[in-house]
């Protein structure tokens, strides 16, 4: 009877550590501090190919080095929408790479450089502002006439 006892005490220990092992990080990661979790996260630079927002989720593909990611967010939709931009380039935390994700951490976001910035200290003319004085010119040339 005693080491009947033993036995399924031993045996049930085996079988809580193989679970544990299997199923443990996933349950307890999110509530342990990221030295214990075990998972490092990679960083992956990649260029915003594609946005789109349907209701309460946002998609957005980005382009990488490695291939192509769909990443889905459900939280804070509308912050992520008014920060990200196609074109914009955004680096994201993976613990590896996968076309598909749900909920990446955003790490980094560099806006799309303009195509044609006017320099500082440079006077700007509108093409409104031109055209007064170029009516201008019409005009005194029939006067002169």
Sequence with gaps: MKTRLIVLILLVGIALGVVGTIFGPDVAGPYLPEAFRG?????????????????DRLLLTVHTSQGSVLA??????????LLVQQGDTVTLGL????PFVDEPAIERVRKQEPTSRPRAGT?????????PQEERAGQRGKVNE
């Design 123 to 131: 006077p700007q003319s509108s093409p409104g502002a031109e055209a």
């Design 72 to 81: 889905t967010f459900k939280k804070k939709v509308a912050e992520i929408d």
């Design 39 to 55: 998972k490092k996260a990679e960083t992956i630079d990649g260029e915003v190919v594609r946005k789109l927002r349907e209701g």
């Design 95 to 98: 613990s590896r790479y996968e």
